[in-house]
């Protein structure tokens, strides 16, 4: 037996996922009905009181940064997938996965030539140096 209820854990799901915790946000989106912003936010802070909300928002949240860790090598090995083994997807599909390999690739960008033997890591390093150096600029500034 749960010790939340079906609107407790949308309110939670809700507020780990998609609105950024956000608690306005997630009581609106979990079903929760009231007259003004700020009884939905007084509301929402009485549930992040309760232990048992609490707890489940903590798995929410390791699961979601577990996740985030995962999700781009996840999402490109899927994109080669579907463009390579999969026949029943459509050409259409297949041009879309391709374009968004070469986004994330930054091969659409003027400014950049592609090196066709870049590895992952090389392509992470100069990633990191650009942003570095756009930080280091913003510092100094």
């Given at each position: 037996?749960?010790?939340?209820?079906?609107?407790?854990?949308?309110?939670?799901?809700?507020?780990?996922?998609?609105?950024?915790?956000?608690?306005?946000?997630?009581?609106?989106?979990?079903?929760?009905?009231?007259?003004?912003?700020?009884?939905?936010?007084?509301?929402?802070?009485?549930?992040?009181?309760?232990?048992?909300?609490?707890?489940?928002?903590?798995?929410?949240?390791?699961?979601?940064?577990g996740a985030l860790t995962?999700?781009?090598?996840?999402?490109?090995?899927?994109?080669?997938?579907?463009?390579?083994?999969?026949?029943k997807v459509g050409e259409?599909?297949?041009?879309?996965?391709?374009?968004?390999?070469?986004?994330?690739?930054?091969?659409?960008?003027?400014?950049?030539?592609?090196?066709?033997?870049?590895?992952?890591?090389?392509?992470?390093?100069?990633?990191?140096?650009?942003?570095?150096?756009?930080?280091?600029?913003?510092?100094?500034?």
């Amino acid at each position: 037996m749960s010790l939340l209820t079906d609107k407790e854990k949308a309110f939670c799901e809700i507020y780990v996922w998609f609105s950024n915790f956000d608690i306005e946000t997630a009581m609106r989106m979990a079903g929760y009905t009231y007259a003004t912003r700020r009884d939905f936010v007084a509301a929402g802070r009485k549930l992040l009181k309760n232990q048992h909300i609490h707890n489940h928002i903590a798995l929410l949240v390791e699961e979601r940064n577990g996740a985030l860790t995962m999700d781009k090598f996840y999402v490109i090995e899927k994109l080669k997938r579907e463009f390579i083994e999969n026949d029943k997807v459509g050409e259409s599909n297949k041009l879309r996965a391709l374009e968004l390999l070469g986004k994330h690739m930054d091969m659409w960008s003027e400014k950049k030539v592609v090196n066709p033997v870049q590895t992952e890591a090389d392509h992470v390093k100069q990633s990191f140096e650009k942003r570095f150096t756009v930080v280091n600029n913003e510092a100094h500034s």
